[in-house]
Structures are given as structure tokens and as C-alpha cells.
């Protein structure tokens, strides 16, 4: 089973990641830089996979004014690159990760996109049909996209027949659900802002994800941070639990991480369980590195042999 694969980053950044042991508002901290990298969810869920072999392709928006580091991190990762440059300058997100892993984003608002560039890209992507199987839709909005503006773009992949991977949240994702795409991952959290309620038990993440799914999705994955994940499809509830990882230096990437290791299962024809294991496994792996990727397969292996799958 071989899937074209495409990953699509609409809102980029370079990531600024660094660590302290704790952040004290109004003062002068002191942080130790883990590194700045070329990133968006969409970018990180790629390079993932190509780490892992996988041929892909990789599209969106990005500033026209520094550009070069991602230009030379897609030649590094063997990505085409169809990315759509706008003028202006890609975004710089800056990411600190505190004892307890705790992490504070600094977000910033990017680029903004013109109507005749969102026009021009949509009218690209009518044809993605011909070229790939699955698009794996990730991370937030830039600004000149409206959510109903991307919901209507996530319908017109879901008419082509392309299986539509979506990790978004806020309105990105409550439209964007109303699009049913093939296969969504929110985290625990971004589950309790869809259900408006909070979600203390796994009972209660179930009946939620349940609710979720009879939306029309066919795959609902919930990650849930320590306590794993659960993954609800046709097949019924599993949940996965990684071991504990006890060198924790930034849960950066590590829901992309998860999400690469969804797409790369589900790319190698592996069934339910052997995906979720290593999804599951992936995102326990991203924890334990500054950076998203998969250096070493081995320790990949050996972490995915300690996942503990249930049928629930």
C-alpha cells in the first residue's frame, strides 16, 4: 500500500525553543536556546516522515523574505516543495518549556493573505486528486483566511475523495470538522472546547470523541499527554499507553510526531493496533529532543515494544 502524501502548513513559523526552570512574569529570565527551526505542524508532521523514508510533498504559505531556512530544511529532508510564497516575512513563535515540561507559547500573528493568493492556491488544489492520496492538514490559521473560507477549501479535498487528515484547533477546528475529514487528532483540551464542557474522565473523553465521530469522521484520535491516547474508528475504542519518558526536554512536536506516525502506519497497510503502538511510541520519542524528528530507529523500537495497548 503506497499513499501520495502531502502535508499543508497555511500558517508556518521558525520556532525559538528554549528551556528554564521557571518563568517569572515581569522579570528578566534567563533561557537556555535549544534551538531555532524551521516549523508549522504541517512542516514538523513532515519531516517526521521523512526521517522515517517516506517520499513527500510539502505546501502552504511562506514569506518570501526569509525563506531560506526552510528552503534548505525541505532540500535536507528530500520534500518537494510546492509552498506558495506571499510577500512579507514568515513568523517567529517562540516556545519555552518548564520543569514539569510545561510549556508557554508565544505565538505571534504572521503574514496576512491576500484574497487573490488564497484564490490562487484553492484553485491549485482542485487538482491535488491527481497527484496525492492523502493531505494532512495542520495547525492554525493565518490572518485573510476566515474559518468558513477554509472550511469550503476542506470540503472541496473531501470531494476530490482525498482522505483528509486534520490536527487544527479553535474555530479552525470546529469549521474545519463540518468539512468531515478522514481523520482528526485533537488533544484532550482542544475535545472540551468542541464538547463545551469539561472532560475529567476517560468515560467522559470517550463520550465525547463518540459524539465526535458520529459528525461523520471516521477516525477520532484524542491524545491525552501522560495518560496516551485513545483512537475511535468502526473497529471500536483502543488506547494506547506509552511508557514514561524521564528525561523530558520539550513536548514540542510531539502531537506532530504523533501524527507523522498515524500517517506512516496507516501508509504502510499496518492495522489499528500496530499504528496507534507506533504513533504512540513517535510522540513519546519527540519528548525526550529539542527537535521534531526520528534520529535513531532503534530507540524508536525499543520504546514502541513498551506501549501498552487496550481494547476498550
Not at 517562540?94 to 514539569?100: A, L
Not at 513536548?251 to 510526531?257: E, L, R
Request: charged fraction near 20%.
Amino acid at each position: 500500500m503506497s499513499l501520495r502524501i502531502a502535508t499543508v502548513t497555511l500558517n508556518p513559523a521558525l520556532d525559538l525553543v528554549g528551556r528554564l526552570a521557571r518563568i517569572e512574569i515581569g522579570e528578566v529570565n534567563t533561557v537556555e536556546t535549544l534551538g531555532l527551526y524551521p516549523a508549522g505542524k504541517g512542516i514538523n508532521v513532515a519531516k517526521v516522515l521523512a526521517d522515517l523514508g517516506t517520499k513527500l510533498t510539502v505546501t502552504g504559505f511562506l514569506g518570501e523574505e526569509n525563506q531560506g531556512d526552510f528552503v534548505r530544511s525541505f532540500e535536507q529532508n528530500g520534500l518537494t516543495d510546492q509552498f506558495q510564497r506571499i510577500e512579507g516575512k514568515t513568523r517567529i513563535n517562540v516556545k519555552i518549556t518548564e520543569t514539569e515540561a510545561d510549556v508557554t507559547d508565544l505565538n505571534f500573528l504572521g503574514f496576512e493573505i491576500a484574497p487573490q493568493a488564497w484564490a490562487d492556491f484553492v484553485a491549485q488544489s482542485a487538482q491535488w486528486h491527481n497527484q496525492f492520496d492523502l493531505v494532512a492538514v495542520c495547525g492554525s490559521l493565518p490572518r485573510g483566511v476566515s474559518p468558513q473560507q477554509f472550511a469550503d477549501w476542506l470540503q472541496s479535498l473531501h470531494n476530490q475523495g482525498l482522505k483528509v487528515v486534520l490536527d487544527s484547533s479553535n474555530q479552525a477546528l470546529t469549521y474545519g470538522l463540518k468539512a468531515q475529514p478522514w481523520l482528526v487528532k485533537p488533544n484532550r483540551r482542544e475535545l472540551e472546547v468542541w464538547a463545551n464542557r469539561p472532560l475529567a474522565t476517560l468515560d467522559e473523553v470517550i463520550a465525547a470523541a463518540q459524539e465526535l465521530r458520529s459528525q461523520g469522521i471516521e477516525n477520532v484520535i484524542i491524545s491525552m499527554g501522560e495518560q496516551g491516547s485513545i483512537w475511535l474508528n468502526s473497529e471500536g475504542v483502543t488506547q494506547a499507553q506509552p511508557p514514561r519518558c524521564e528525561n523530558v526536554v520539550s513536548t514540542v512536536g510531539a502531537g506532530d510526531s504523533m501524527v507523522a506516525g498515524l500517517i506512516y502506519g496507516l501508509s504502510q497497510g499496518w492495522d489499528k493496533t500496530q499504528t496507534l503502538a507506533f504513533a504512540s511510541a513517535t510522540s513519546a520519542l519527540a519528548v525526550s529532543q529539542s527537535n521534531v524528528g526520528i534520529s535513531d530507529r532503534q530507540v524508536l523500537e525499543d520504546i514502541e515494544a513498551r506501549v501498552k495497548i487496550t481494547a476498550l
